[in-house]
Every structure is written in structure tokens, then in C-alpha cells.
């Protein structure tokens, strides 16, 4: 008997190492700009780590990343090193910190994540250190930190005496980034002082699947803004220690047995931190105080400390909400729901009206919702019940991925075939360069290594009055079917005025919606494009377009018949910096649109996106309705108002563009013709939990972003336009903006009267 278990014991542990596809399949990753021989994929066994919670396995990792001299220390940023570091199931002791380099992700076997252990006298400031602290400067400069991922680890501190300093990881970073699938264990004793995850600085960014068990505080975070989704802690002594923040989006947070659950009060009400968070469908149990806040009637700065809730569950929480004077909202023994509630500045549609109470919840379309009426939420696929057999690579079907070869054939025969086969797509790394429109048909599951890039050449793409997409998601508007993508980037290269780098055409009805997971388009700024510092130098003060640098049409276009698509972690950036100049020079680029919603039916998630530095719109969505987005961030091009935004792009009435030349007439103030962070235009039910609306310079300097120079960086950012009803917004955050929100050219909110700690914020905005 004894016997036998032992063998089936050995047996598991046999068949758990490199079970998982990602181990398994061939490793065909090209780097074509990091030299011969480089490794994108590294199995960090192959490098001697033993996983067998024994022996000392730092330096074997530290040696896995540190192959082929990836972005690490003393480097700015890159995008020609990408990496993948595989982990399989195991226990790895480390003493001191694992540092991964710049766009290399760490990936455990998903199917049993493996566990990072520290040893008793663990040296270093996180298991993983995502940003190390070399000088008093942080390695990488955390806003510019994009592209890498860390998925499915324990990291395990219970070695560590409980009263040691100790971080579970810290990762100080911005968009294109995500935790997914980690487990923070930390001691649960009295004298505990343990940190799961901190993070002091940064422009973050999406985090889901994270479980927090024991520690001082499960995550001690201060960001511009964040999206975080299903986070469990239990036994903490507080969940979330907020530092600083302009805007936080929590779903889906679980807090069991914790003395309090999120502490927003730092700075004290006379110079209060946190700037707005918004925090829903969430659950508190056995929390004495549920949120500690300093905000009052009369905290400074006057809208910091903005909170909304929605659909919060409350069990044994005798305070929901704590304030320096007080409770500020009882709570009870018994469990109870908060349907919603909320304090700050209120424009329902008008204002501002200051409150602190109930509110009333958006009413949620039925469309949106998954289990228990919370909005419907899906990771992203690992696919860690598929064999190795399950997949097949783009290499196979001759796929250079050389940023030369024209690739576009070959691309799209390993789309058709594992289509054809019921096969999952890996595009293994490289930049593939396509002269003509991919085609993504119903049924395609397609999974990236590292961020592969499609890049779309020729003069096939660069007629601005003839647009056409670079990757087709659905043959023509409205076509049924179901796809998932995930961790591949579309891209342009040299001029390509009319490249829309993404269409959706795509209708899918019942069931899961289908899904985009760290699937970004990124314009310019990386070795490949030619959209570089050596073709496309800022020129400020100079209004004239090198035709050269007009360089895509529209980000992402979805279409009148599309429907039912989630999206999570996406990213439609036109750069404003070269990532691969160690200066990290900015640029001048012209990209017309970013992300365009015209689909009847709707039914769209928007799970922690961003859109920045299109010429004419950052989001827009018309004739629409069923829209789910939080939190959105936007940016407007650095180079405005030279030129502004009535060139390169000609409104396009057919996409229902803006036309700056008509709605700027007669405009009061400041830089009227630039680019819209969010338009709505006769839409319904756009629900809003969470904006970060930015537009930081003028003429390439930042002296317009302040309230001493007045937020003159640009007129007016938010436009809700035509029939519209249950356009709602929870956290509107604006910086370098005069008028927060325009309804049908008439302004609505101004951000002097809404002032915050470094933005403006409007709590809450219906437009009834
Ligand atoms: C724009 O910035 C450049 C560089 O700082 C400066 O030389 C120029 O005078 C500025 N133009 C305007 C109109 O402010």
C-alpha cells in the first residue's frame, strides 16, 4: 500500500515536469535585431535550476534570463530582446531576488504553477524584483517599463521570520504589462511584516487571478492608474494599502479575515494621496473596516479620495467606510449588499454636486452580466489541457518573421490550416511582415510567444483615402462565429497612411463572447518600423507632416455588424518615444484613430485598455450601446498643437470623424482642434467604471499640465454627443484639460472645480 502511493507519488512528479504545451513544443522563437543564436525561449532547467526545493536555484534562473544579454541592468529599453522563461511545476529555493530583463516574461506551467521559495536568510527586495533598485533610481524608468508578463507562481515567504522585511515582488511598471495566476504566501502571525506585492511608481497596466494569503499588507501599491480583477486576500492584516494613486479599478475583490481592507487614507486629510478608486462587485468578510479613507467634507485636495462602490457584499463588516472623524458608513454583523455608494463631486447630468452617500447604480444590460449579475469577466486562455499536439506553429508553414520577407502568405496558410485542423495558432516570436490584409476566420485560437509582431509594408496600406485592414478579424461585417487571440502585437512599418491595423467584423452570439488578451497594436518607435528617431525626429514648434511619419490610418476598427467581444489588457499605442534609443528620444508620428465602436448590437468589455497619441480620437463609439469600459487611459499626441488635428487625416463623415474645422468655430480658449480621449455619440447604456484622460504637453513641453498654469494643455477631452441615455462614468480623471466633459459642444464639468491631486476628477457622471 505504502509502496504503491510512493510510486504514483514519483509518477506525478514525473509526468508534471514539462507536461505543460508551452514546455513542450519546438521553440522556434526568432529575435531577428538581437544577434544569431538568441534564445527567446529559455526552459530554466536546461540552465541547471533543479526545482526540487532543495538546492539553491538563483543563480541557474538569473542565468536563464540573463542569456544572450537581454535589457537588464543599466538599460533603458528594448524591444529586440524579447524572452520567454519557462518554469516547470517544482519548488525553486531562492535567496535573493529573481530579475527579469526588460520584455521578458516569466511563465510557469500553468497547470501547476511552480512555487519560488525563499530561503530563511533570503536576501533582496521582492522574490521577484521587476524594477531593482541599483541606485537610488529606480533601474528602468517605470512609466517607460512595457511589455512583460509574470503568470501562474506561488512566491513563498513563510522561511522568512515573520518579523524580517520581506516582498513577495515588486514591479514598478506600465501598460502592456500584466500579472496573471500568483499566489503570495506569507506568514499569518501577529508580528508580521511581510509585503506581497509593492509597487511605488508607474502607468500601469492590468493584474487578474492574484490570492494574497497572510503578510502585513497583501499589495501596497501607488500608480497613475491600474485595472485589477479578482483578487483574493485572506488573513492579511490589511488587503490593499493604496500610496498614491490618480485612478483604480478593483473587480472582483475577495477579502476574508483581514483588520482592514483597502486603505486609502495616506496623507491624511490635509494632503490626501489616493486620488479615486472604484471598487465593484467585491465581497468583504470578517473585516472590521472594510475602506479607510481620509477623505471629508472638507480634505485637500478637494475631490482626492473619490470613492465609488457598486454591488459590494458585506459579512461581518461593522465599518464599510472609515473617515478621520468617524464612520463614514456603517456597516453590521449580518451580510448585506451595497447596491452603490460613493463620495465626490457628482454630475448627474449637472454639477458639481458634492456628495457622500448611497448613489444610485448604473443599471446594468442583462448582455454583460456572467455569474451572481457581476459583469462577466474570462483570463485569458492558457489552454493548459491541450497537449503539446494541440498547436501549431507559424514556422512550419515558412513564416520568416524577419521584418523583411514578405510573410503574408505563409501567415495566412498556418491561419487557414489550424483553423482547418482545430488547432491552436503559436505565432513563435519575430516580426512578421505582411503586404496585403490576414485574414482571422471563425474558430481561430491564436497565441503569441513573447509579443510576435504583424507588420504591415507597401503601398498596398499607405492610401489614406482607400483604408484597409491589416489584420481582419470576421471576412465581412457581422459574421458569426468565435475566436480567441492572445499576446501578439500588430504594427506598421514606414508610411502607411491608410492601415487600419485591426478590424473587427466578427458577431458572436450565446456563449463565451470571443476575446483579444494582450493583444496590442503598437505604431512605431521599435527597430523594424522605420517610424524611428532616424526617420521621424520631433520637430517642435513645426506644423509641417513629413508624409513619411503618417503612419496608420485607425488603430482598431469595430464595425457596424460586429458583436460580442471581450477584451482584456489592450493597448493601442502610437509612440511617442523610440523604445529602441537608449535615450528613449521622442518622435512624431501620425497615427488618425485609435479604437472605433460602431456595432449595433454592442456587447463589448473593455478589461483595463488604453489608446494614445492618435491625431483624432482616442475612443470613439457611435450608434452603439452595451459597452463595458474600466478603466480606460488615454493620451493625446505630444506634438499638438504642431500640428493640431485638422491634418494629416481629413474627416472621414463615413466613420463619423470629428470634424475640429465645424465644432471649433467660434470655441473659447486653447488648442479647441485636438484629439478626443473618449466621444460618444448616440449611444446607450457606455459604462464607464474608471477614465484616466490625459493630455500632458503642449508643443512638446509638460508646463501646460498644471493647476497653476490652468490645464491648458487642450480645450476640451470628453465629448457625449446626440441621443444618448446611460452614458455613465465613474472616475473621470482629467490633466491638461480645461472642460472635463462636453455634452453636445456645451461644456459640462470644468476642471477647476474638481481639482485632485494631480488630476481633475468627476466621481460620478450620468448623462441621464
Ligand atoms: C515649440 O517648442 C520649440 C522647442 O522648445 C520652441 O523653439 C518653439 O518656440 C515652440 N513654439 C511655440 C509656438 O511655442
Known amino acids: 500500500m505504502r509502496f504503491a502511493s510512493l510510486l504514483l507519488a514519483a509518477a506525478s512528479v514525473a509526468s508534471t515536469v514539462s507536461a505543460y504545451w508551452l514546455g513542450d513544443i519546438p521553440h522556434r522563437g526568432l529575435a531577428p535585431f538581437a544577434g544569431a543564436n538568441y534564445p527567446v525561449f529559455r526552459n530554466v532547467r536546461d540552465f541547471g535550476a533543479r526545482g526540487d526545493g532543495v538546492t539553491d536555484d538563483t543563480a541557474a534562473i538569473n542565468a536563464a534570463i540573463n542569456a544572450g544579454n537581454p535589457c537588464n541592468r543599466g538599460c533603458a529599453s528594448t524591444t529586440t530582446t524579447p524572452a520567454i522563461v519557462y518554469f516547470p511545476a517544482g519548488t525553486y529555493l531562492i535567496s535573493s531576488s529573481i530579475l527579469p530583463a526588460y520584455f521578458t516574461h516569466l511563465i510557469g506551467d500553468a497547470a501547476s504553477p511552480p512555487t519560488l521559495k525563499a530561503t530563511a536568510n533570503f536576501a533582496g527586495f521582492g522574490l521577484i524584483d521587476g524594477n531593482p533598485y541599483y541606485s537610488p533610481v529606480l533601474n528602468w524608468k517605470a512609466v517607460n517599463v512595457f511589455f512583460r508578463q509574470v503568470r501562474n507562481f506561488v512566491l513563498d515567504t513563510t522561511a522568512i521570520p515573520p518579523a524580517t522585511a520581506a516582498t513577495g515582488m515588486h514591479w514598478p511598471t506600465s501598460q502592456a ?7 503570495f504566501n ?6 508580521v511584516v511581510h509585503v506581497g506585492l509593492f509597487i511605488e511608481e508607474g502607468s500601469g497596466g492590468f493584474m487578474t487571478d492574484l490570492t494574497f494569503n497572510g503578510g502585513a499588507t497583501g499589495a501596497s501599491m501607488g500608480n497613475q492608474q491600474y485595472t485589477m480583477r479578482n483578487f ?20 472582483g475583490l475577495s477579502i476574508n479575515n483581514c483588520q482592514v481592507g483597502i486603505d486609502i487614507s495616506a496623507g491624511g486629510p490635509s494632503k490626501v494621496e489616493t486620488g479615486s478608486i472604484t471598487v465593484f462587485d467585491s465581497s468583504f468578510t470578517n473585516v472590521p473596516i472594510a475602506i479607510k479613507t481620509a477623505w471629508t467634507t472638507n480634505s485637500n485636495p478637494p475631490t482626492a479620495g473619490s470613492l465609488v462602490l457598486e454591488n459590494i457584499q458585506v459579512n461581518n463588516v461593522p465599518v464599510v467606510v472609515q473617515g478621520p472623524g468617524g464612520n463614514v458608513l456603517a456597516g453590521g454583523i449580518g451580510s448585506s449588499t451595497i447596491a452603490a455608494w460613493g463620495n465626490g463631486h457628482g454630475y448627474t447630468p449637472s454639477g458639481p454636486n458634492d456628495f457622500s452617500g448611497p448613489i444610485a447604480p448604473n443599471p446594468r444590460p442583462a448582455a454583460l452580466l456572467g455569474a451572481n449579475g457581476r459583469y462577466y469577466t474570462r483570463s485569458k486562455p492558457q489552454y493548459e489541457n491541450h497537449p503539446a499536439s494541440s498547436f501549431l506553429s507559424v514556422r512550419a508553414f515558412g513564416a520568416r518573421g524577419d521584418a523583411a520577407a514578405d510573410d503574408t502568405a505563409s501567415l495566412q496558410s498556418a491561419i487557414d490550416t489550424a483553423v ?33 509582431v504583424i507588420l504591415s509594408a507597401g503601398a498596398f496600406f499607405n492610401d489614406i483615402n482607400n483604408p484597409r485592414p491589416v489584420v481582419q478579424v470576421g471576412s465581412y461585417s457581422g459574421q458569426q462565429g468565435y475566436v480567441e487571440l492572445s499576446d501578439f502585437i500588430v504594427s506598421t512599418q514606414n508610411a502607411q497612411a491608410g492601415a487600419i491595423c485591426i478590424e473587427w467584423n466578427l458577431a458572436t452570439a450565446g456563449g463565451n463572447p470571443s476575446g483579444m488578451w494582450d493583444v496590442h497594436v503598437r505604431i512605431g518607435g521599435f527597430t523594424g518600423t522605420q517610424q524611428q528617431v532616424a526617420q521621424c525626429p520631433k ?23 460586429a458583436s460580442g467581444l471581450y477584451m482584456e489588457n489592450v493597448w493601442l499605442w502610437t509612440a511617442d518615444h523610440d523604445i529602441d534609443e537608449q535615450q528613449n528620444t521622442q518622435i512624431t508620428i501620425y497615427s488618425g484613430r485609435g479604437l472605433y465602436i460602431e456595432s449595433a448590437t454592442g456587447t ?11 491625431v483624432l480620437y482616442q475612443y470613439q463609439l457611435a450608434n452603439t450601446q ?11 499626441p505630444y506634438f499638438s498643437p504642431f500640428p493640431n488635428a485638422l491634418v494629416p487625416f481629413n474627416p472621414n463623415p463615413a466613420l463619423n470623424d470629428p470634424d475640429f474645422r465645424a465644432s471649433c468655430a467660434g470655441a473659447s480658449g486653447p488648442n479647441c482642434a485636438t484629439a478626443w480621449g473618449l466621444r460618444v455619440i448616440n449611444s446607450k447604456n457606455i459604462l464607464v467604471y474608471g477614465a484616466g484622460l490625459y493630455s500632458f504637453f503642449d508643443n512638446y513641453s509638460t508646463s501646460c499640465s498644471t493647476f497653476a498654469a490652468g490645464q491648458v494643455c487642450q480645450q476640451r477631452i470628453t465629448s457625449i454627443e446626440g441621443a444618448v441615455s446611460n452614458v455613465n462614468i465613474y472616475n473621470l480623471n482629467t490633466i491638461g484639460t480645461r472642460e472635463m466633459i462636453n455634452r453636445d459642444g456645451a461644456r459640462v464639468a470644468w476642471f477647476a472645480d474638481n481639482v485632485n491631486t494631480f488630476a481633475s476628477n468627476v466621481a460620478v457622471y450620468k448623462s441621464g
Open 177 to 183: 504589462t500584466s500579472l496573471q495566476n500568483i499566489v
Open 186 to 191: 506569507m506568514p499569518a502571525t501577529g508580528d
Open 232 to 251: 483574493k486576500f485572506n488573513n492579511c492584516k490589511t488587503a490593499i494599502i493604496q500610496l498614491w494613486n490618480w485612478g483604480w479599478t478593483y473587480h
Open 420 to 452: 482547418a485542423q482545430n488547432k491552436i495558432l503559436f505565432i513563435d516570436h519575430g516580426l512578421y511582415r505582411v503586404t496585403r490584409t490576414i485574414r482571422i476566420p471563425p474558430g481561430a485560437k491564436i497565441a503569441g510567444e513573447a509579443f510576435p
Open 539 to 561: 520637430t517642435p514648434g513645426n506644423p509641417t507632416v513629413n508624409p513619411n511619419c503618417v503612419v496608420a490610418y485607425m488603430a482598431m476598427h469595430v464595425t457596424k455588424g
Open 604 to 614: 463589448f468589455w473593455l478589461w483595463g485598455t488604453g489608446s494614445e497619441h492618435h
Open 626 to 636: 452595451n459597452v463595458f469600459m474600466g478603466q480606460i487611459q488615454t493620451e493625446t
